[in-house]
């Protein structure tokens, strides 16, 4: 895309996290003929205006969640209307629980719009088809900025699967030109040598503009992942490459699959990245997020997603509960029982893709008591099975540990 600069509509972020024995599939199509260079060809579509997208579950496997992306130029307003269809049901222009209108107000100085739209009640295994209307978008401009493109991300459980993992799904419409964003994906353990993937769908990539073709400087077209966070500010960690994405041409009308020949996508990229030797590094275990870094210079970018599998340390079920003990009048002394309760929700016993076995290894429960409550003694704590030798009474920490392989 041609460099003028706009305001983002909706920053990408985390929308929701996912565990267990699972994986995913990203792939999409655009409806783009040709390439941008120049003149009518960047406005030429496909005709008729529908795109087939595979995707191919494993036998047994069980659709968590599956959601739709579409990106094309023009604004909601006067586009997103009756006439699209997946799989030959209506796309709705109302959203519901989990779905988004996007709009930009301007890239380029035109508008682009997005939405997301859950179709796992819709999605087939094999071919899935998005028809639309040519009113869904604008075809009649003259620079560089014609589109209309879908993506597809499908989680599910795995039978084959024998490490529990998860997945965050992150998602919004947002444009970076000339400058970086930075994602924190979260909410695991990183085990020892974990393996992993990631996937970013973005818009408006163009194969013919990199990081070096305006020739400002300064800025490269790049996606970096970091490993574990080290919290350094300007640290952008290691580039994701290869070699249908590489340095400096990151966004370039790509969608690549692990193992899956690469697509021509005019207009759209979806690239998935194996990332097992970052995550497998000796300082990554036991890290609890990461972060990503998109860098895009004159080639203007229209980010709406990333997903990132991860393979976590084994979790257990384990809830714990704090009772309430009232409140006391302002300087008097009173006693009072403080429960801590530890329920564990699991028996592992699980069936299928949850069968993940016994819990091993300890429970720590850590708690520091609220100013004005103090534990007289060890006495007061009554505490069968843990070990709760590391209270500290002076800083009324209570601090106690259970040894699991002490159960039956």
Not at 10 to 35: E, H, M, P
Not at 302 to 313: C, G, P, S, Y
Request: with cysteine.
């Amino acid at each position: 895309m041609p460099a003028l600069i706009a305001n983002a509509a909706t920053d990408v972020d985390l929308r929701k996290t996912y565990s267990g024995k699972i994986n995913y599939i990203a792939t999409g199509k655009s409806f783009r003929d040709q390439n941008n260079t120049g003149g009518a060809s960047s406005c030429s579509f496909y005709n008729p205006l529908a795109r087939s997208a595979s995707i191919n579950l494993p036998p047994g496997a069980i659709v968590r969640d599956a959601f739709l992306y579409f990106g094309a130029s023009g604004t909601l307003a006067t586009n997103l209307v009756n006439g699209m269809t997946f799989n030959n049901s209506p796309i709705g222009t109302t959203t519901g629980f989990g779905e988004e209108n996007f709009e930009e107000a301007a890239i380029a100085g035109s508008p682009y719009y997005g939405i997301k739209r859950d179709v796992k009640s819709l999605l087939v295994s094999g071919n899935n088809e998005l028809k639309i209307l040519p009113a869904h978008f604008d075809a009649n401009r003259n620079n560089e900025t014609c589109l209309a493109a879908f993506g597809i991300v499908v989680i599910y459980e795995d039978p084959g699967e024998t490490s529990i993992h998860v997945i965050n799904l992150f998602d919004g419409f947002q444009f970076f030109q000339y400058e970086r964003l930075a994602l924190q994906p979260r909410n695991f353990v990183i085990a020892d040598n974990a393996v992993g993937k990631m996937t970013h769908l973005s818009y408006e990539g163009d194969s013919t503009l990199d990081g070096t073709s305006d020739g400002a400087g300064g800025w490269d077209e790049a996606f970096y992942i970091e490993v574990p966070d080290d919290g350094v500010l300007g640290t952008l960690g290691d580039s994701l490459e290869n070699n249908s994405n590489p340095f400096n041409n990151q966004f370039n009308n790509t969608v690549s699959r692990l193992n899956t020949p690469t697509l021509i996508e005019y207009g759209l990229d979806i690239d998935t990245y194996t990332i097992d030797e970052y995550l497998s590094k000796p300082e990554a275990e036991n890290a609890y997020e990461v972060t990503t870094h998109y860098e895009a210079a004159q080639d203007g970018v229209v980010l709406t997603a990333e997903v990132i599998r991860i393979e976590n340390k084994a979790i257990a079920d384990i809830e714990v509960f704090l009772n309430s003990i009232g409140g006391f009048p302002a300087n008097s002394t009173n006693t009072a029982q403080y429960a801590i309760s530890v329920k564990n929700n699991g028996d592992g016993t699980g069936t299928g893709a949850f069968a993940t076995g016994s819990a091993t290894g300890y429970i720590h429960v850590y708690d520091d008591l609220p100013s004005g409550i103090s534990i007289d003694s060890m006495g007061d704590i009554t505490a069968p099975g843990w070990d709760c030798s590391e209270t500290n009474l002076g800083a009324n920490q209570l601090r106690c540990r259970y040894d699991l392989s002490t159960l039956n």
